[in-house]
């Protein structure tokens, strides 16, 4: 099993997540950050999820604002707390000691996959601080960007539109670097065909998935008319447990941080060109059915 820490922003996606990496890869850590909700919210979610999974996973916070001191959030997608319409249990974990950007360089070996999954202001801090560092891991699974639209502008995606500093530090670290962008994730929808599957599945983790894919439904359908909704998170754990579920294209990729109406964009150059080192593997395809099939699985324990 591969080694990881995840670095989230819980969000209902991210707690799917959470709930596959544990499935399939050895999790030594979890970092959260502000993103969906802030970060006392979103800590608190992490550690509800692994109390509700019945593990002792430690789960450390970290940035609480962008590197230039902003805080976005996305609850009108994902609710107040960031896990809106999902009960969690009462439960007497409580956040390890210190900070996210410690734990992510101490933590790591070359062996170890940072999963990241929210903005990447903890990341980037980890890199500033020891930029030695992405020599030292395996490598970064990112779920952020798009090869094509965004979903806060039309072309920023909301983890890189959050900090969008961050991810371009991140983009240009020298660690091994998977990009699951938008243009990859929305091929794992879920729907009320899914959500009628998932409510059969009677464990803990099924009944958090069915609250969360209820809430994420009901909210995206007054949000765009549509219900449909995408497991962005999960995809960036699957590119490390399951590599073989996606297409990739080694690209290089840069983001816009000056355009009036691109900043946030994650600008994927896909063209082939001597004595440019095409550095990032930009996942362009999915087996949809089979990733499908490990996150019910997972939920059910499986
Ligand atoms: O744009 C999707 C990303 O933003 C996901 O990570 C979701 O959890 C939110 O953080
Ligand atoms: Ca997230």
Redo the contacts with the bound molecule.
Sequence with gaps: MHRMIIDC?P?H??AIALILAHRHADVVGITAVA??APLEATAANALAVTAALGVDTPVIAGADTSLLGVAKD?RIVHGESGLGGVTLPRHDRALAGGHAVDFLLEASDPDTWIVA??PLTNVALAIARDPTWPTRIAGISI?GGSTDNG?VTATA???IYADPEAAARVFRCGAPLIMCG?NLTHQLPVDDAVLGRVRQIDTPAGKLATESFTFLLDRLDSLTGTRRASL??PCAVLAVTHPELLDTESCTVTVELAGEHTRGMTVVDRRSRSGVEAHVDVGVRLASEEAMALVEGALAGE
């Design positions: 922003d969000g996606d991210d993103g969906n996305a999954i929210g779920m979903n995606e909301f983890n938008l962005h998170d």
